[in-house]
């Protein structure tokens, strides 16, 4: 499986890009996957249709924006791209904007940049790595960055602040606890869905998010986490006891029979947290 290294090499990075809004800040981070052959300009403006369909769930932590949209004929292999903006954007996020930073993610299917995307979410949870990505003064001081601690290694495992400039989470609420006790007495395992338009991105930071919560609270054994698309979430509420997601994709959900569970910031194990607290009522 492909390392986030891999994915994102530092010909698809570029820092300080004027954008006029939101658009231009997603044709940017599709146009450098397109220049690094992961994609055609037919995938940045799928990219783009997406936002316009489902609204601005991609912006998953404060200034932090998720480019995607479902595999398809336009994505060429699976490759990401990293765009810092000169100038903060709106996206129309009414918890997470302004965006300063967009990553864009071209995947050839829904499981080979698992293991990156898992690494990116680390890296984003961590205050100190966050701000090293933030305010790296070149693509390669940037990579090595990414590199630096992200793949396999546990870290990010500290607070969950937003990505690009700041966020909930004290890192003491889900990290300083014992197990607690088993969600229906042990008995059977628990699912929970984490939600996004097309299952492959978004969703995919939460769902790691709320896997290092489980791990701290003791409840890995019992309770397993799948992360899918709107469509799908439907057709398999019944099998879950919540659903999480965005503001943006609970609407379209609407009323599936389960608890719909809106999370801010995706990579907040701080809110992450205290929604499972509530959804379990400890």
């Known amino acids: 499986m492909a390392t986030l290294s891999e994915l994102l090499p530092i010909e698809a990075i570029r820092l300080d890009v004027p954008a006029a809004d939101w658009r231009e800040a997603v044709e940017a981070a599709g146009a450098l996957m397109t220049a690094t052959g992961s994609s055609t300009a037919a995938y940045t403006a799928e990219m783009v249709a997406n936002v316009e369909e489902n609204g601005p769930y991609i912006v ?84 090595l960055a990414l590199g630096g601690g992200g793949e396999g290694t546990g870290a990010g495992e500290g607070t969950g602040t937003g990505a690009a400039g700041g966020g909930g989470g004290d890192g003491t609420v889900a990290g300083g606890r014992a197990a607690r006790s088993a969600p229906g007495g042990g008995h059977g395992m628990h699912k929970i869905l984490t939600v996004c338009g097309n299952g492959v991105g978004t969703s995919l930071f939460l769902k790691n998010t709320l ?3 489980l791990d701290r609270w003791g409840w890995s054994r019992y309770v397993t986490v799948e992360a899918t698309d709107t469509i799908s979430a439907k057709g398999k509420a ?40 509530d959804t379990y009522d400890v």
Request: no cysteine; aromatic share 4%; net charge negative.
């Open 211 to 213: 896997e290092r919560v």
């Open 60 to 143: 998953i932590a404060p200034g932090l924006a998720f480019a995607h949209a479902r595999p398809s004929p336009a994505v060429l292999r699976t490759g990401m791209s990293w765009v810092r903006l000169e100038e903060p954007v709106e996206f129309g996020h009414e918890a997470n904007d302004p965006v300063s930073l967009v990553v864009g993610l071209a995947a050839k299917d829904s499981g080979d940049h698992t293991a990156a995307m898992a690494a990116l979410a680390r890296l984003l949870a961590d205050p100190p790595t966050a701000d090293a990505l933030r305010d790296a003064p070149t693509p390669e001081a940037l990579h």
């Open 238 to 277: 019944s099998e879950a006891v919540a659903i999480l997601t965005s503001r943006e994709i609970a609407a379209t959900l609407g009323d599936v029979g389960v608890p719909v569970k809106v999370v801010q910031d995706f990579t907040s194990t701080s809110e992450v947290d205290s929604t499972l607290r």
